[in-house]
């Protein structure tokens, strides 16, 4: 499946455009790519779905903050519903007579997520790979819509700063009716004058200008987990944005961990896996070496006489633990390379010319070598 495209890209606005060129893009592109002017063009058809999406989001404030926010990977998952944004049958006379804003203002309408509840937040954080051996205590600073201290989230300072709204006589809820069909059907909803506090404010909090909320910068600890991965996404309830004027819930804080490469492992879940390159006497004669390990003994590796290049050595639990049952860990697994300098003095190739005719003898005739070689490639 191909990337998703960004919406700003697909609608061709800048990051910062205003809801009026928004708008006006949208009506630009739609002329254009309107199903009704390119019948039996399935690729019009697919672009003018995909800006409808793009308009959907990028024409609600509320929505357009969180695509900013998480671009197309929120945490509470798609606006439109498990199945996606599934597109809409607007005509041109809507188009142009302004009235595809309605269309376009109902999908989040139903959503479940009241519009006054605390948002979920993204934060990413990197930490080292030491982190991933050992687990750790981290902590950071976020800068995050938290309740207003001086209104304590009322948005005003006293019940005389409100009074009561008009549009739901203080119950915060309206009862609609619509027709199903022959049927009438009543749902309650959130007074949309009031956003469901059921009082307007008249005279708002200095500080927050009747929101309830202030940005503000504060700490959130956490711990990593032993054999944590890069993407691992932790949830910490509660953390991320507060309500408005106290109506509903707070957010969670949602931290994508990154874990930094180590100087010269590659992971592979809890393995860790090494090259080694050595010298060819080194790999004929084998050799017992010993270097510093992220679990703070040295880690021994002895490479047997008459190794092979690409020959890989396993040392079992020396790897990172496995999350969630710490005690069991993988293996550092050690492949083997020939490593060679950059080049030799004369007296060295004097050297090597000695010893060269006597591996020639030591080897098998160079055509069944090569035949042996590719035996063995093929098995593999
Ligand atoms: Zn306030
Ligand atoms: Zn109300």
Known sequence: MAAKRDYYEILELEKDATEDEIKKSFRKLARKYHPDKNPDNPEAEKKFKEMQEAYAILSNPEERR?????????????????????????????IFGGGFDSIFSQFFGS????????LDLLYHHSVPFISAMNGSDEEIEIDVKKKCISCDGNGSNSIDDSRICPSCDGYGQIEKISMIGPFTQRTRQECPSCAGSGRMITNPCKDCNGDGRL????????????????GTRLRIKGQGESPTRNQGSSGDLFVEIEVKQHKWFERDGADLIMALPLSFTDLALGKKISIPHIDGKNLVITIPPNSKPGETITISSRGLPIPMKSSVRGSVIVVLKLDMPGKFSSSMKKKLKLISKDLDLELSPLESRIEEESKRRRKN
């Open 66 to 94: 969180k695509y900013d926010m998480f671009g197309h990977n929120r945490p509470d998952g798609s606006p439109f519903g498990p199945g996606g944004f599934q597109g809409v049958n607007i005509s041109f006379d809507e």
């Open 111 to 118: 959503s479940q997520r009241r519009n006054n509840e605390g």
């Open 215 to 230: 940005n503000q910068r504060v700490k959130v600890k956490f711990s990593i987990q032993p054999g944590i991965n890069s």
